[in-house]
């Protein structure tokens, strides 16, 4: 049997652990454009569609929203995501088309790990983290481990991604995308920007920018160190485009058949400048 | 291991069998190749045009995306199965008293995809539509009459009630 549909996580990962060749196949959303096009020739497949446990949203934990790797964007883009991550409601209706939303998932989001994946600069903005599940072991690692590279992860062959954690702030939180149209885009240049009033500090991460997605600190610490954020006060147009600036200045982008280096870094400049407007007005 | 697979599907509420296939076969070259259903169309194989519209578990999904040997336990159906009726449904209609069909291709997606809508949201806005077949990409109508053949169901459905 070279197709392996698992119904259980402990089926698919027992599966993953013999088959040193196997694939993992969520939504298809990318790996099937990959079979389609002979880039990849699969031997074994493990199915990870049927495996209810992945497809659920538990807020059991007081302060975080945990999101199975498996629920797809057309349930992450309304209630109850939308109320306590709504930038995270937001990217996921960015994504594709209805068509794509219904099949693909944060699971394969981050299993693919391209930084144009639209739901990633939210992650790294909140700080999530990302649960791995291996037949005898699991561990939790921070968004900010586990992306290494373009399309490369920590995640070992024999690990499943199974949760994704979100803390839920008090604050204000919105994405931004660029892309030549609204439906059917791959982003040409996006941002992810946190108001957290409690901590009373902005933090904001760049996708396709960059070979990960890109958390400005820089930027972050001179915005908490130029205003008193605790006063929720508006901001200032010079300031919002000084802002803009310096995450601009911290994105490495690269020219490619969707966009230059030169656009991408304006794109990120006005991003950054509008959402932080808009989380103090 | 064998390299060639032999499963069952759920298409249009029936059990058909696949014999003898590649693991990476996706379900709209096994529904077209293998099942004897062309009414849904290939075109660009990576899920942006909507051609291949199908549903799946009551979702509208592009089955070049879908690996067909996963889909053994969802429902799948078709445009051949939108209806059991030998006459055309509600949507099909407006689209051709419309003139929403020019060269057809299209079309498949689009009524499944415009089915899959009105099941879930019997009166949707002029965005919500919009927004439901934005993943369908036609080339002929420029979609004015596409959108008039969906607000003319819309309409036909209220005026019957």
Avoid at chain 1, 100 to 111: D, K, T, V
Avoid at chain 1, 179 to 195: E, H, P, T
Avoid at chain 2, 32 to 50: F, H, I, M, N, V
């Amino acid at each position: 049997m070279s197709v392996i549909v698992a119904k259980e996580l402990t089926t698919a990962l027992t599966a993953l652990r013999e088959h040193g060749d196997a694939r993992l196949i969520q939504g298809g959303t990318d790996l099937m454009v990959e079979i389609n096009f002979n880039h990849v020739k699969p031997t074994t497949m493990i199915s990870l569609r049927d495996i209810k446990s992945l497809r659920m949203i538990r807020t059991d934990t007081p302060g975080i929203m945990s999101i199975g790797s498996g629920v797809p964007y057309s349930v992450i883009e309304g209630e109850p995501v939308l109320t306590a991550i709504p930038a995270l409601a937001q990217a996921a209706r960015t994504v594709g088309s209805p068509q794509i939303r219904a099949a693909g998932s944060l699971g394969g989001n981050l299993g693919t790990c391209s930084p144009a994946g639209d739901t990633l600069p939210v992650m790294f903005a909140l700080d999530a983290s990302i649960h791995l599940s291996a037949i005898d072991s699991s561990r939790v690692v921070s968004i900010h481990d586990f992306m290494t590279g373009v399309k490369r992860s920590v995640r070992q062959h024999d690990e499943i991604i199974t949760a994704i954690d979100f803390p839920i702030i008090n604050g204000w939180q919105g994405y931004s995308k660029v892309g030549v149209r609204n439906a059917m885009v791959i982003s040409v240049a996006s941002a992810c920007l946190v108001a957290d009033h409690e901590n009373a500090d902005v933090r904001i991460a760049l996708g396709s920018v960059g070979p990960t997605i890109i958390r400005c600190r820089a930027a972050e610490s001179w915005l908490k160190t130029t205003l008193d954020l605790s006063t929720r006060s508006t901001i200032s147009l010079d300031v919002a485009n000084e802002f803009g600036r310096r995450a601009a200045e911290e994105s490495s982008p690269i020219d490619d058949h969707r966009s230059t280096a030169q656009y991408r870094r304006h794109a990120i400049s006005v991003l950054a400048s509008r959402l932080l407007r808009k989380a103090y007005q | 291991m064998s390299a060639n697979e032999f499963y069952s599907l759920n298409v249009n509420g029936e059990t058909m069998s696949v014999q003898d296939s590649w693991v990476g076969e996706s379900l709209l070259y096994v529904l077209r190749e293998r099942l004897g259903l062309p009414g849904t169309k290939g075109a660009c194989e990576q899920g942006e045009c909507g051609s291949c519209t199908v549903l799946m578990d009551g979702e509208a999904v592009c089955a070049c995306l879908v690996m067909a040997a996963t889909a053994v336990n969802s429902e799948i159906v078709t445009v051949e199965g939108i209806t059991t009726d030998s006459e055309l449904t509600d949507v099909q209609q407006s689209f051709v008293e419309e003139g929403a069909v020019q060269c057809g291709f299209c079309t498949p997606g689009l009524i499944v995809a415009v089915h899959h809508l009105l099941g879930k949201n019997p009166q949707p806005s002029e965005f919500e539509i919009k927004e439901a077949i934005s993943g369908n990409i036609c080339r002929c109508t420029g979609y004015g009459r596409v959108f008039a053949a969906v607000e003319a169901t819309i309409r036909s459905r209220n005026d019957s009630k």
